[in-house]
């Protein structure tokens, strides 16, 4: 007899308890706060290719929210709900976005995240520690968006709120991606070693993004 959605293994509890054992990386980048930071066009490339074909008004409201999630970083706002609200508000043009009421599902319903009295106070804990010097930026930023990613808050475009969260724990340090189509790829919530895996590529392109940046300046 198969299981019904009830039955459903939680894939947020997966994530729970695993988040705080992840074996994050150690980072030897040094990043550069510009004067005044550089639009991360790579945001901007992956909302506009990924949406664009099917979704040409989304793609206007994704990239107003980007604006408005990183001119909160730029203004060194701490991550909370409220704020991401706010942006969601922009992506799925509407008066009003609450944190979700009933458990949520992602990859064609593969993945169940359940919910309880406390998820929304475990969620704005965690947002608070993406601005926390507690890990190396990379890994900051990666957890942020996979906290996003795994919590589900809203009823709809949590993909996008993640991306939105990820620009906006980089901006606060200044730093923007040229490249950020690496990025896309499934993540499971049970996947310690991926979560990792996701915090060394982040690395990779700050590091890189900071080289090509460096470059032309100099050219």
């Known amino acids: 007899m198969s299981s019904g959605p009830d039955q459903q293994k939680d894939a947020l509890a997966d994530w729970l308890r695993i988040r705080t054992a992840i074996a994050w990386p150690r980072w030897s980048g040094v990043v550069h706060p510009l004067a005044e930071p550089a639009a991360p066009d790579g945001f901007r490339v992956f909302f506009a290719a990924t949406r664009g074909c099917r979704d040409a008004e989304g793609v206007v409201r994704v990239l107003t929210a980007l604006d408005l999630a990183l001119a909160d970083a730029e203004q060194g706002a ?123 590529l982040l690395g990779i392109l700050i590091t890189a993004a900071e080289r090509r940046l460096s470059n032309r300046s100099k050219s």
């Open 78 to 200: 701490q991550p909370t709900f409220s704020l991401m609200a706010n942006w969601q508000r922009t992506v799925l043009h509407r008066d009003v976005v609450a944190f979700r009421s009933l458990p949520a599902f992602a990859k064609g319903g593969r993945e169940r995240y359940g919910l309880a009295p406390d998820t929304h106070a475990r969620f704005v804990h965690c947002l608070a520690e993406s601005a926390s010097p507690d890990l190396p930026l990379p890994s900051r930023a990666a957890r942020a968006y996979l906290d996003v990613l795994f919590f589900h808050p809203f009823e709809d475009g949590n993909a996008r709120a993640a991306m939105l969260a990820l620009a906006f724990v980089l901006g606060r340090d200044g730093v923007s991606l040229d490249q950020v189509h690496p990025l896309q790829a499934i993540r499971w919530a049970d996947d310690a070693e991926g979560a990792a895996d996701l915090a060394v």
